[in-house]
């Protein structure tokens, strides 16, 4: 007797999708910003970090538009979408990390996202079953 996909692991696909959607867009439009007015963000003073506006708006155009590509594909049920999620998610906390010191709040909920996506698409195997060992 052959039965559906598990309902947990259907769950927490739809949480990472979801998650990977909200962060997605936000970069976009962030990105956008970014991209549109330079002087827009401002870093606090004394950071270690400093890009230059427009190069680092569009890095989150584009992988804001990656994320919900992916997210997509994840809704989907592909198995492709996972594994790029989780390289994407991590790569978007990594960015995330360095938006901190123009907005702390939005950058610090972002990557807890980021988290919880790489965390549901690890948790569950492809057949729908927690992952042994």
């Given at each position: 007797?052959?039965?559906?996909?598990?309902?947990?692991?259907?769950?927490?696909?739809v949480?990472?999708?979801?998650?990977?959607?909200?962060?997605?867009?936000y970069?976009?439009?962030?990105?956008?910003?970014?991209?549109?007015?330079?002087?827009?963000?401002?870093?606090?003073?004394?950071?270690?970090?400093?890009?230059?506006?427009?190069?680092?708006?569009?890095?989150?155009?584009?992988?804001?538009?990656?994320l919900?590509?992916?997210?997509?594909?994840?809704?989907?049920?592909?198995?492709?979408?996972?594994?790029?999620?989780?390289?994407?998610?991590g790569?978007?906390?990594?960015?995330?990390?360095?938006?901190?010191?123009?907005?702390?709040?939005?950058?610090?909920?972002?990557?807890a996202?980021?988290?919880?996506?790489?965390?549901?698409?690890?948790?569950?195997?492809?057949?729908?079953?927690?992952?042994?060992?």
């Open positions: 007797m052959e039965s559906g996909p598990n309902p947990v692991a259907v769950g927490f696909s949480l990472a999708g979801s998650m990977m959607l909200l962060t997605g867009i970069h976009a439009i962030v990105g956008l910003a970014a991209i549109i007015d330079d002087k827009f963000f401002v870093a606090t003073a004394n950071y270690s970090f400093e890009f230059d506006t427009t190069t680092w708006g569009w890095l989150q155009l584009i992988s804001g538009l990656v919900v590509v992916t997210a997509g594909g994840i809704f989907g049920g592909h198995t492709w979408a996972r594994v790029v999620g989780i390289a994407v998610a790569l978007s906390a990594v960015e995330s990390f360095f938006f901190i010191p123009y907005h702390p709040v939005w950058a610090i909920l972002i990557i996202f980021d988290v919880v996506a790489i965390w549901a698409l690890s948790v569950y195997g492809s057949n729908g079953r927690p992952r042994q060992g």
